[in-house]
Nanobody, 124 residues
Framework: QLQASGGGLVQTGGSLRLSCVAS??????????IGWFRQAPGKAREFVVA????????NLADSVKGRYTMTRYNVKNTVYLQMNSLEPEDSATYYC?????????????????WGQGTQVTVSS
């Protein structure tokens, strides 16, 4: 199971840090690719960032490069999404997702496990 948290209301230019904690992974957490996706009302699910099991460098969507960063702490079964310089367009429900031995790619259909989502609202 994946548990996402850390969302909230923030003003434009502000920051938030989202967390995603995995519980009871069948395999070592370090073997999972972890991704963050977001979905705003009436819009399609959008890739944000992902990390593969083997490459610690996050794969970031162009829309968030330079503002977001993702880190993983395998010993804690946790990943963090640090979001800076937030804009109203970043408002959405953010979901973390995982796939065993995944490649950290942007295709949401590759991810087998999903958290419940955490709401991020950026006011202008």
């Amino acid at each position: 199971q994946l548990q996402a948290s850390g969302g909230g209301l923030v003003q434009t230019g502000g920051s938030l840090r989202l967390s995603c904690v995995a519980s009871g992974p069948g395999r070592s957490f370090s073997n999972y690719a972890i991704g963050w996706f977001r979905q705003a009302p009436g819009k399609a699910r959008e890739f944000v960032v992902a990390i593969s099991p083997t490459n610690g460098r996050p794969n970031l969507a162009d829309s968030v490069k330079g503002r977001y960063t993702m880190t993983r702490y395998n010993v804690k079964n946790t990943v963090y999404l640090q979001m800076n310089s937030l804009e109203p367009e970043d408002s959405a429900t953010y979901y973390c997702a995982a796939v065993l031995y995944g490649r950290g790619r942007a295709d949401w259909s590759e991810y087998h496990y999903w958290g419940q989502g955490t709401q991020v609202t950026v006011s202008s």
